[in-house]
């Protein structure tokens, strides 16, 4: 499905959409606060600045995404495959990402304060100046992120090396 939806309508959260296909979707703004995205496949989809505070996205394809300054605070991506993704300036605070594969994922200045990572898999991925803040993370899973240059580290110190 190739669609467009700049400016989409806000949905309230009693909206269903689960497991529809939306890849290669634009969804540049829409308001999908709240609603229930579990297991939509929107591989490959542009959700530039795209509200999506406390939806839950569980088991979604968001693979290849361009979520760029998307607000994700206290969304539910569990198991969601985030691989190639794009995050940059994301805002993920108190975000649930337990099991989500993030390999090569881009969160080059991602806000991720308070974050759940639990099994999550960081391979490769930018963490460049990205806030981890109180995140629930381990340092093997950080090692295996390509770069953490300048991130505000769990406990609040600042990781000025290049690589791990």
Do not use: C, W
Request: hydrophobic residues 40%; proline residues 1%.
């Amino acid at each position: 499905m190739n669609a467009l939806f700049a400016g989409m309508a806000s949905y309230s959260s009693e909206n269903q959409m689960l497991g529809i296909s939306l890849s290669h979707a634009t969804l540049t703004e829409a308001d999908l606060r709240g609603t229930n995205l579990t297991q939509v496949d929107l591989h490959n989809s542009y959700l530039l600045k795209t509200k999506l505070q406390s939806a839950n996205l569980s088991g979604a394809n968001l693979s290849e995404a361009t979520l760029i300054e998307a607000s994700l605070q206290h969304a539910n991506l569990s198991g969601a495959n985030l691989q190639h993704a794009l995050l940059v300036k994301a805002e993920l605070q108190m975000t649930k990402l337990i099991g989500a594969n993030l390999q090569e994922a881009d969160l080059y200045g991602a806000n991720l304060r308070g974050a759940d990572l639990t099994k999550a898999d960081l391979s490769r991925a930018n963490l460049s100046v990205a806030n981890l803040e109180r995140a629930i993370v381990t340092p093997e899973q950080l090692k295996t992120a390509n770069t953490l240059k300048y991130a505000t580290m769990p406990d609040g110190s600042i990781h000025s090396k290049t690589d791990y």
